[in-house]
């Protein structure tokens, strides 16, 4: 068991813990959630010894590993798998050592040790890790100086898992992986056999990976269980009685200073004022929970563009002589909401280059809107920012004329306050440079906005603001994301790159998922036979009519709300007009009726449309 008590912490002054105590069981899987800049990592450290306590204990079962992921692995010539193999350092050491000894007892001990450890299946057992964080049979056997930064990453993660630690520590360890890995990671830790504590903000992880959740907030702990939905339901009605009670024992307060304020100068009623003054005094003061800080992101709102914005006709993109996507023949229209699927390394970067014009096609036909204006926001641009200027710098660069005052506005709208536009990017949270990101890849007010992997520096609360700004975005939304929850709440559409081509997606992607963790997907799994579905012609005639129908609800919403005026004026009802009244009253009466039928007509062309979707 992994106890925190009463432990206390100050990190440049300022105190990250206060008397925060919490007890994990062995074998819990547990999600660590607070607000950005609590101390969640700083716990981590602590925990792993990097940092000492000012005050309480920290303590685990004698002999426990702890484990997590400090950094990349190192670029040098060991192969992936061998590099894997090596973070298990006693069976590296006992093999080692196996090749050595001459001792018989030793030999027989270090071979009793090696079938302990089940050190003769280690080979398959890393393997299969690494296939899951998506290196295949051939990349695997490769060095590790033949991969990037980021593939490094899960190559340390890699590592970390086979060696199976006692308590595994992983901090936002879904940053670096794709959909596919994000997403075998989550059933690995549900069946990891030890202890897990991991910092995320990926919604769906915390709501399949792990059983409990361990809330940083107010510089104290607190163990909830179950998963994170479960968590902010009992923790929205906790905070709701909180209120109450606050709010109950003010009042109390209010009525009781009131008798003591009234009466403690008349002797006669000086012994009960004093009995209230105790009671003041004894009152133990109940906190009314702070609200969080509001999250935003204000997109600015592009002008229509007649459909399609971009089309594609046996259209081929890649690099150089090598083609990557061929046989394109896409459609996009600025209300398609897009989410692109499939492997790493398949082509979905080469597409969103294509469509934003970072490529150009290599063969077929490309047409776009000549007024097209396309935002595009991904990961490598967060580390572009210019580290040694503001916020408010940055949008100058874009916006040399406007006033000071509409550029703070701008940067208010995607959450940076005054505090943030004025102090230097290399000082800022990776969330703020991402929100400072989104707002330079938005502020032409795109038509079209590609966003690949938007949310790895955002905390849940932010992630929750980017589906409403994208909910309520009137261009078209091209994503790339690991985020499950995301995918789900913004996309009506689902890509799949696949083996060169690019095809609509038959299913859901609850089912996509499935596929996914299928270990042999490829080779067994028939997709379901997409079912007929109305021509693109005739889904945008629907469109048009449901737009047409809240046209129509809007007018006869405000002809009612007029009519309501006139019928509320007392004037009407004066002697000698009562003819007059009633012809207004069913005027009134006939747009009401009109009211009902253009509901029905609406909600008629609203499931129309919906099912033709589907």
């Not at 798998?81 to 027989?108: C, G």
Request: include cysteine; charged fraction near 30%.
């Amino acid at each position: 068991m992994l106890r925190i008590q009463d432990i206390s912490f100050a990190m440049e002054g300022r105190p990250l813990f206060e008397g925060a105590s919490a007890s994990i069981p062995t074998g819990h899987k547990v999600g660590l959630v607070g607000p950005n800049g609590a101390g969640k990592t700083t716990l981590f450290r602590i925990i792993k010894g990097e940092l000492a306590l000012e005050g309480g204990s920290i303590s685990l079962p004698d002999r426990a590993k702890i484990g997590g992921v400090a950094q990349e692995v190192p670029s040098s010539d060991t192969s992936l798998l061998e590099t894997v193999l090596q973070a298990d350092t006693e069976r590296s050491s006992l093999m080692a050592e196996a090749e050595t000894a001459t001792d018989p007892a030793r030999i027989a001990d270090i071979q009793t040790r090696l079938a302990d450890i089940d050190a003769w299946s280690a080979e398959g057992r890393a393997s299969a890790i690494l296939k899951g964080l998506g290196f295949d049979a051939p990349e695997q056997l490769m060095p590790c100086s033949a991969f990037s930064g980021g593939w490094r990453m899960r190559v340390a993660l890699a590592g970390v898992l086979f060696a199976q630690p006692d308590l595994l520590l992983l901090d936002e360890p879904t940053n670096y992986l794709d959909l596919e890995g994000a997403l075998w990671l989550e059933t690995y830790l549900a069946k990891y056999p030890h202890t897990v504590v991991i910092i995320s903000h990926d919604r769906g992880l915390l709501n399949r990976a792990v059983d409990h959740i361990l809330h940083l907030e107010g510089r104290k702990l607190t163990l909830w269980a179950g998963g994170y939905d479960q968590f902010a339901k009992a923790r929205a009605e906790q905070r709701a009685i909180q209120a109450a009670a606050a709010k109950k024992q003010d009042a109390r307060r209010a009525h009781l200073q009131s008798f003591v304020d009234r009466f403690k100068a008349k002797a006669s009623k000086a012994k009960q004022a004093q009995s209230r003054v105790k009671m003041l005094e004894k009152m133990e003061t109940i906190t009314a929970p702070e609200d969080a800080a509001k999250r935003v992101f204000s997109f600015p709102e592009p002008e229509e563009l007649s459909p399609p914005i971009i089309r594609v006709e046996n259209g081929a993109v890649g690099y150089g002589d090598t083609t990557v996507l061929k046989k394109l023949d896409l459609r996009i229209d600025q209300d398609d909401r897009i989410a692109l699927l499939g492997k790493n390394g398949q082509g979905k970067s080469t597409l969103s280059k294509l469509l934003s014009a970072r490529l150009e096609p290599m063969g077929g036909r490309m047409v776009q809107s000549s007024k097209l204006r396309i935002g595009y926001f991904a990961q490598h641009q967060v580390d572009e920012l210019f580290i040694d200027e503001t916020p408010l710098d940055h949008i100058k660069r874009l916006r040399p004329n406007e006033m000071q005052s509409k550029l703070r506005a701008r940067l208010a709208g995607f959450g940076l306050g005054a505090d943030q536009a004025d102090t230097v990017v290399g000082k800022l949270s990776g969330g703020q440079k991402a929100r400072l990101s989104l707002l330079l890849a938005t502020i032409d007010a795109p038509h079209l906005l590609i966003l690949d992997e938007p949310t790895n520096h955002l905390d849940i609360e932010s992630r929750e603001a980017l589906v409403e700004a994208l909910t309520a975005y009137s261009g078209a939304v091209v994503l790339v994301s690991h985020d499950m929850h995301l995918l789900s709440l913004v996309a009506d559409r689902l890509w799949l790159v696949k083996d060169g081509n690019v095809a609509p997606y038959p299913d859901d992607l609850e089912a996509y998922r499935k596929l996914l963790l299928q270990n042999d997907a490829p080779a067994k799994s028939k997709p379901k036979p997409a079912k007929p579905k109305a021509s693109r012609d005739q889904i945008l005639a629907m469109k048009a009519e449901v737009r047409k129908c809240e046209e129509r609800m809007t007018k006869i919403a405000d002809m009612a709300n007029k009519l309501a005026k006139k019928l509320a004026d007392p004037a009407l009802y004066e002697d000698g007009k009562a003819d007059e009244a009633a012809v207004w009253q069913k005027k009134y009466a006939e747009v009401m009726d009109a009211q009902d039928r253009a509901e029905a007509l609406w909600m008629a062309a609203s499931e129309k449309l919906e099912k033709a979707q589907k």
